[in-house]
């Protein structure tokens, strides 16, 4: 008689779930992935601006950080339900509460990486005939690049995290297996499902830190032993 299926003894370790409930696993790591890529992007375009326009008009920094501050203490579920009014149950109320929850960090790394750029560099640069936008471009976003990519980091390890949550209204990537398989508590699937979330993070992590060292290769340049 041959062994028990460990789907039918409902073990945490299943290779046979693996092996059939394979297009599922990739339909939701890719949703996963969709979701959190989108969302990273938009809270980075929306970002950089407004750490511009904080900077500019200092008057306006308790407001954009206190907003967005207060933004992220709000519930997940009470974001989706405020936001469900106009996005319906669908992917944009996820990507929409997850930007909402990305500015948090993006503005201040975003803020903190123009305030570390020397102001002798940016005098400088305006002395060499360089005008506003292109001094923002070719000198102040790339000085100020290893902090933002920084924030960017962060935020995309937590964005990932928090898409689980999107499950409530069926976009949640992995996070649909996850509530799928709690009610029988499936065990094979939470542990899948929960691997492969923090499995993209790490890889997700360590790709931005490939493309921060590839966009910021002054940053790897040491001073050769004894000098020089």
């Not at 297009?23 to 790591?29: C, I, N, S, V, W």
């Amino acid at each position: 008689m041959g062994a028990p299926n460990c789907l039918v003894t409902n073990d945490w370790i299943c290779g046979e779930y693996l092996r059939t409930r394979r297009g599922e696993l990739t339909d939701a790591l890719l949703q996963h992935v969709g979701i959190t890529v989108a969302s990273v992007l938009i809270a980075l375009v929306v970002a950089v601006p407004l750490a511009l326009l904080v900077r500019a008009r200092p008057r306006f920094a308790g407001p954009v950080l206190g907003l967005t501050t207060l933004l992220y203490t709000v519930p997940s579920l009470a974001m989706f339900s405020l936001l469900l009014p106009f996005f319906g149950l669908s992917a944009a109320l996820v990507v929409t509460g997850l930007v909402l929850y990305a500015l948090t960090i993006l503005v201040r790394n975003a803020l903190a990486g123009l305030a570390a750029v020397p102001a002798e560099t940016r005098e400088a640069a305006r002395g060499m005939g360089y005008g506003s936008l292109r001094l923002l471009w070719a000198v102040e976003l790339p000085l100020a690049l290893p902090v933002l990519m920084a924030g960017v980091r962060m935020a995309t390890v937590s964005t990932i995290a928090l898409t689980t949550i999107g499950s409530v209204v069926g976009r949640g990537g992995l996070g649909n297996l996850i509530e799928d398989a709690l009610p029988t508590f499936f065990k094979a699937q939470v542990l899948a499902a929960s691997v492969l979330c923090v499995l993209l993070a790490v890889v997700a992590d360590l790709l931005l830190l490939g493309l921060q060292r590839l966009l910021t290769p002054w940053a790897r340049i040491r001073t050769a032993p004894g000098g020089g």
